[in-house]
């Protein structure tokens, strides 16, 4: 953080030559300071333990340097923005503005697209700026990604604080995932929703939708935990609201709904990372039969978590990180036969957690059945490690792809049977 905040503009207002009072006041403070900490707090740490002392010097450490930084120097962990530095232990250091949002986003009509023609379509955004603030003209963008990679396209002015969005040619039946971002002047970046790009709006792309099946997991109802030829001694998929560990999901996907979601293995709360995870096998999921005969076409889509990528110290609690692998697949004939579909792992930017859509044609793979099925499969084989595993949300559309797109729609409304929210 203070390396931070010295290229931030505060360089020049702390250096100070070496025979300066105020640098050798410093070093002398440094020093005492040392000294201190070596004869005092020393004889502590053999008395009471490391982990104890470390936990009250670093509390201490942190209230002295707060205020020995901002009162020698004026200098506080925070920007002249208003920006603030935080960090997280997986994914690094982050700038952020703490406050509320300075830019708000209002889609006409009051709410996103849920459904997109593929040949493109618009919708059009009120993006104001609170007061003190005002939008970079030139920051409004609509980025979205159909399974390739995100695509940004500048949103166009159409007037006032009114702005339009629009999609370029979309595959017919793609699970679409996007987000809106716009900035101040001052450079303060926000995006809409506030989540994104982990927490995105999706749409779905096709003429016409119909739902087969919305699953939130709320319930485990038709779903089977267990097939014939798995193996694992302990991590068994189960269904419930699983428990944070450094490999396992603190809550499910869903927003605003109950904090239930299949995963693999329920562990105890502050319990060891390798107590309930997969282990000596594979463990399967299997969701319900899915009716999609007589469709020209259908998608199934799903948010999955995995995570394969710690180590421990203890060969019997998993020390051999990135070799195994989490698949899924697909069956048109109850299960008789199964073709692969994915495969996650062993290593790769989805291996370390995070919920993560996925989507497939269904007709690429097998027939379009009335007794289709999808089967997502753990695994922990050779060398043990750390293998946690998730699913929530999974939906399947019916599709249909013939017929002649609209203009430009700016009011948007449901048309024929509209998808759930996802």
């Known amino acids: 953080g203070c390396l931070l905040l010295l290229t931030d503009g505060y360089l020049d207002q702390i250096r100070t030559g070496g025979d300066s009072l105020t640098g050798i006041a410093l070093a002398l403070g440094c020093a005492t300071l040392g000294a201190f900490y070596l004869v005092l707090v020393k004889p502590y740490i053999l008395k009471y333990g490391a982990v104890r002392m470390t936990t009250y010097t670093f509390a201490l450490g942190f209230f002295a340097l707060w205020f020995v930084v901002g009162g020698v120097w004026g200098v506080w962990p925070f920007f002249p923005s208003g920006k603030v530095i935080i960090s997280d232990k997986t994914r690094g250091l982050f700038v952020v503005w703490p406050g509320p949002p300075p830019i708000t986003f209002a889609p006409v009509g009051g709410a996103t697209p849920q459904q997109l023609f593929p040949s493109g379509e618009s919708f059009d955004v009120v993006i104001t700026a609170d007061v003190g603030h005002a939008i970079d003209p030139s920051s409004p963008t609509l980025v979205y990604d159909v399974g390739g990679g995100p695509v940004e396209l500048p949103m166009l002015p159409k007037g006032g604080d009114t702005w339009t969005a629009a999609f370029g040619d979309l595959p017919c039946g793609a699970l679409v995932r996007y987000h809106l971002r716009a900035a101040t002047t001052a450079g303060i970046g926000i995006r809409h929703p506030v989540g994104a790009p982990q927490d995105s709006l999706v749409a779905v792309a096709a003429v016409s939708a119909t739902v087969v099946l919305d699953d939130d997991l709320a319930s485990p109802d038709g779903w089977l935990t267990a097939a014939p030829g798995d193996t694992a001694s302990e991590g068994r998929w189960v269904h419930g609201d699983p428990i944070a560990s450094g490999a396992q999901p603190e809550v499910d996907h869903t927003p605003d709904a109950a904090d239930t979601c299949f995963f693999t293995g329920q562990g105890a709360a502050f319990g060891n990372i390798g107590d309930a995870d997969v282990d000596n096998g594979t463990t399967s999921l299997t969701s319900p039969r899915l009716d999609l005969s007589g469709a020209s076409q259908a998608t199934v889509g799903y948010w999955r978590w995995y995570h394969n990528g710690f180590s ?103 048309r024929g049977t509209a998808p759930p929210p996802l």
């Open 312 to 414: 421990q110290s203890d060969a019997d609690e998993g020390n051999g990180p990135n070799e195994d692998v989490f698949r899924v697949f697909v069956t048109d004939d109850d299960g008789e036969t199964w073709t692969p579909v994915e495969t996650v792992g062993p290593a790769g930017p989805e291996t370390g957690g995070n919920w993560f859509l996925h989507a497939f044609d269904v007709g690429s793979l097998v027939d379009l059945t009335a007794t289709v099925r999808v089967r997502f499969v753990a695994s922990d084989v050779g060398n043990l490690s750390i293998v946690e595993a998730a699913v929530d949300d999974i939906v399947v559309f019916r599709i249909e792809c013939d017929a002649p797109p609209p203009q430009v729609r700016t009011n948007v409304g449901k």
